[in-house]
Structures are given as structure tokens and as C-alpha cells.
């Protein structure tokens, strides 16, 4: 029977199959853990004195409360307060004393999860991998079965290794034809999302593939998946071709020598066969996306950068944004830029904004934070000089993690500040009360860096990284 690559990893998993009245459970193979989502579940485990079933397939890092200063003189690190150095510590203290791997701060593999978890070979394809997180999608871009879970399933997982799960739906997008050299994967998702909605994939897993996907480096695939969520989306897959083993081999989690060859070969049958059906289909034209931007307080409400603000946006996002209809945002004045987040803070999207801004200064009216998504893009792009082309442009090079993506770790912007920022949420308040988020992709957010203000997708120079 033919099957669609969800149908294959999800199969795959069945501990048992689900019926009328009750769900399947699936089997898990990697879950991921963070400071902010898993203390209640410790503390579960604790008080029905359970084990962690599986301490080897469980990963922990530190990212949404972490500072992104250095420590200070005598090496202590500085909390935005006592909450977030307790949860930090307290992570620590489950993961001793239940026996999981941890990168912790200090460690040169922590960053954010979901930069960390494919980075270092823990995220494969055909996995299950879950971890409380929404923007576990990110990892469905090695063809895992990859889902974000609540606090309460982080305890069943931990406990079990298992999750019950009703089976979602599946929904193909196709991307037909080849990106133009200016356009980003990260507008190409916010475009998807623009066309189907953030409510348009809800229950569905969707498979993205064509032209346009096989086209994308790793990094790319992953900026795509790991926005599926903002569509509603249960998870998001792209299945594992030539680039996904490239970038795998030799990682310190990817499997050696035969296992290797072994896995290769497994990995290979990871696809959807010619025929098998989703249940919706979406088809984008590659040609006609163009740089985009968001004009509102969800990410479906984007547009390329060069279009007016549309006649139906609503009236109370645009009251948050201090944007009227049919308006046009380019030349609107920026007064931060973040560019991180497990989106668009991997060593690709650093070339890219270095790229841009070599040789050039941040306006004076503006703040740029960039925020390498783990130590191990810090690292590589410190190798390549990078930190000193934003050093010398007057941007701050910060320490990894979350940051100013939702600024849980304290690195918020102002009331009324407007920030182009390359993260996935653009929600009312989530980088600062009342600051004001406008999402675009690094090249956009760099080039508004220099000019101080929004700039128009024609007046952008071409990236070679993209060409
Ligand atoms: C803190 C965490 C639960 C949350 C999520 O699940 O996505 C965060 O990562 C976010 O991006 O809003
Ligand atoms: S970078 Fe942002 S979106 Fe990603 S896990 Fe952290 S807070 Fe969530």
C-alpha cells in the first residue's frame, strides 16, 4: 500500500493502534527537555516515585531564562532575576539525579533546543522526537516525526517513553519552481502561512516538498518546519534527501561506520511513494514570493514588503502596531533589530547578516541584538570573523539562546518600540509589554539595521550566500 512519510515514521511508532474511545500510543525515540517546561514534570516523576524510563534518549539544555551576558568577573552568571536562575538550577539538579545529559550553561554545546538537538546529530530522520516546546516542529526537517507537548505529557514521556496520540491529518505543500536569489526560506514560510492562515494546517502534519524544498540547505528546511506551528500545524516534515545525510555525517550523535551505512540506507525509504494521498493539498509557486514582512500581532498577517497594508487587516492589530490600512511600511523607523531565535539564528543566517552589514554602521536610532542560537554557532561564526563584522557595525554579540524572542531571560524591548525581528511570534507583548514585533527574514532585519528603518525588497542588495 502506498503511504505518505508521515504514515511511515508514524507506523513505525504504534505501540498500540487507537480506537474509538481511546488513542494510539506511539512510541518516542529522542525527547528533549528545557528549564521551562519540565520542573513540574520532575516533580511528578518525584512524587509517584517513577523513574525516567529511557535517561539516554533524553536531552536537556538551557535556553529561554539563560542570560546572554557573559558571566561576570568571578564567573557567575547574571539572571534577569531569582525565578530564572532557579529554574536553571533546577534543571540541573533533576538532570543529575535522574541521569540525563544536560547542556548546561557553560557547556560549549548549549543553546537553544532546537538549534542544539539537529546540530549535534540527536535529531534524525524516521525519529519520533518530542519536547514541551511548540517549535519542536523545527526538527520534522530531517524527516522526524517531530511535535511540541505540554508539561503533563513531558511527564508521561519521561515516565514511559511513550505518548498517547490521536493520529492527526496530513496536508502536502508543494512548492513548485526554484526561489528567486533575494528571497529566504524565511519568506517563504511566512508567505505559506499568509496564503493558509495561522488556524489553515490545524490538525494536519504537513509534508512540504517540490522544487523549492529539495532546493533548501538544512538550515533553511528548518527555519520552514520550525514555523509549521504558527499555521496550526501538529508538526512539520521534509523528507531526508542527499543534503539531510551530508549534514548529519560525522556529527557526534549521527550514527559511525556501519551503523552509518545502515541508517543511510533505512533513511533512504523515508518518503512519500508516488500516489499515496494527503488529506489537503496546497501548491505555492516559488516564483511569486517575495521578501515579506508582517504588519500585525499574528504571523499570518504579512505581506511582501513592497505591498500596502491590505484593506481587511484588522483594526485592532493595526491599533497595537500604530499602522493604518493601505499604508506602506517601508521607511517606518526601527528602533531595535533582534536577530536570533530558533528560526533564523544558525550559522547561515549570521553569514547573511554579516554580509550585509560589512562595512556599514547600525543607524544611531537603532539597537541590534544578534544572538547565535547555541555555542556551537557562536564558535563557527567567531572562526569566520563574523562577531567582529557586528562589533565593528555597532550591533551587540551576545551569548546564546532564546533572548529577545520572547524575553523570558529579560532582553525585552520598550512599550511602543517597534523591533523587526527575525523570530516566529509576533503576539502582542512578547518581546516587551506593549513593544511592537514585525517578523522578516536576516536580510530584511539587517538592511533595516543600517538604514534605521524599514527598506523596500528592491533597494536590497543581492547576498551571495543566497545566489
Ligand atoms: C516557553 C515555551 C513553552 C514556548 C513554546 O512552547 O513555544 C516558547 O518556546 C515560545 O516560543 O513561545
Ligand atoms: S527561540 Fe523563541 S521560539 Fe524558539 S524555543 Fe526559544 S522562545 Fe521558543
Not at 49 to 62: G, I, N
Amino acid at each position: 500500500m502506498v503511504k505518505t512519510l508521515f504514515d511511515k515514521v508514524w507506523e513505525a511508532h504504534l505501540v498500540t493502534q487507537e480506537s474509538r474511545d481511546t488513542p494510539a500510543i506511539l512510541y518516542i525515540d529522542t525527547h528533549l527537555i528545557h528549564e521551562v517546561t519540565s520542573p513540574q514534570a520532575f516533580a511528578m516523576l518525584r512524587e509517584k516515585k517513577l523513574k525516567v524510563r529511557c535517561p539516554q534518549k533524553t536531552f536537556a539544555t538551557m535556553d529561554h531564562s539563560t542570560p546572554t551576558s557573559k558571566p561576570d568577573s568571578n564567573g557567575n552568571y547574571v539572571f534577569n532575576g531569582e525565578k530564572e536562575k532557579l529554574q536553571v538550577e533546577q534543571l540541573k539538579k533533576n538532570c543529575q539525579e535522574f541521569g540525563i545529559s544536560l547542556f548546561e550553561l557553560g557547556d560549549d554545546r548549549q543553546g537553544i533546543v532546537h538549534v542544539v538537538g539537529p546540530e549535534q546529530g540527536i535529531t534524525q530522520p524516521g525519529k519520533t522526537i518530542v519536547c514541551g516546546d511548540s517549535h519542536t516542529s523545527t526538527h520534522g526537517a530531517f524527516g522526524a516525526l517531530a511535535f511540541g507537548i505540554g508539561t503533563s505529557e513531558v511527564g508521561y514521556t519521561l515516565a514511559t517513553q511513550c505518548i498517547p496520540q490521536r493520529k492527526p491529518k496530513t496536508m502536502g505543500i508543494e512548492v513548485k519552481g526554484k526561489l528567486a536569489p533575494e528571497v529566504s526560506a524565511k519568506d517563504l514560510i511566512l508567505a505559506i502561512i499568509a496564503k493558509i492562515g495561522i488556524g489553515g494546517a490545524t490538525g494536519h502534519v504537513i509534508e512540504y516538498y517540490g522544487e523549492g524544498i529539495s532546493a533548501l540547505d538544512m538550515e533553511a528546511r528548518m527555519t520552514i518546519c520550525n514555523m509549521s506551528i504558527e499555521a496550526g500545524a501538529k508538526a512539520g516534515m521534509i523528507a531526508p534527501d542527499q543534503v539531510t545525510f551530508d549534514y548529519l555525517a560525522g556529527r557526534p550523535y549521527s550514527p559511525k561506520g556501519d551503523s552509518w551505512d545502515r541508517a543511510v540506507t533505512a533513511w533512504s525509504n523515508l518518503f512519500t511513494d508516488e500516489g499515496a494521498k494527503f488529506d489537503s493539498y496546497v501548491s505555492i509557486n516559488a516564483a511569486n514570493v517575495k521578501p515579506m514582512i508582517t504588519y500585525g500581532t499574528n504571523p499570518e498577517m504579512a505581506i511582501p514588503i513592497d505591498e500596502k497594508i491590505p484593506e481587511s487587516a484588522t483594526q485592532q492589530a493595526l491599533n497595537y502596531m500604530g499602522f493604518v490600512k493601505n499604508e506602506s511600511l517601508v521607511d517606518k523607523n526601527v528602533d531595535v533589530v533582534f536577530v536570533g531565535s530558533c528560526t533564523n539564528s544558525r550559522i547561515t543566517d549570521l553569514r547573511v547578516v554579516a554580509e550585509v552589514l560589512k562595512g556599514q554602521r547600525v543607524s544611531e536610532k537603532t539597537r541590534m541584538l544578534v544572538v547565535p542560537g547555541s555555542h556551537q554557532v557562536k564558535a563557527q561564526a567567531e572562526a569566520e570573523n563574523l562577531d567582529q563584522v557586528f562589533i565593528e557595525a555597532g550591533a551587540e554579540w551576545r551569548e546564546p539562546g532564546c533572548s529577545m524572542c520572547l524575553g523570558m531571560n529579560g532582553d525585552i524591548i520598550q512599550p511602543g518600540q517597534i523591533c523587526v525581528s527575525t523570530s516566529n511570534r509576533n503576539f502582542e507583548g512578547r518581546q516587551g509589554k506593549g513593544g511592537r514585533t514585525i517578523l522578516a527574514s536576516p536580510r530584511t532585519a539587517a538592511m533595516a539595521a543600517i538604514a534605521g528603518k524599514l527598506v523596500g525588497a528592491s533597494a536590497q542588495p543581492l547576498c551571495e550566500e543566497y545566489a
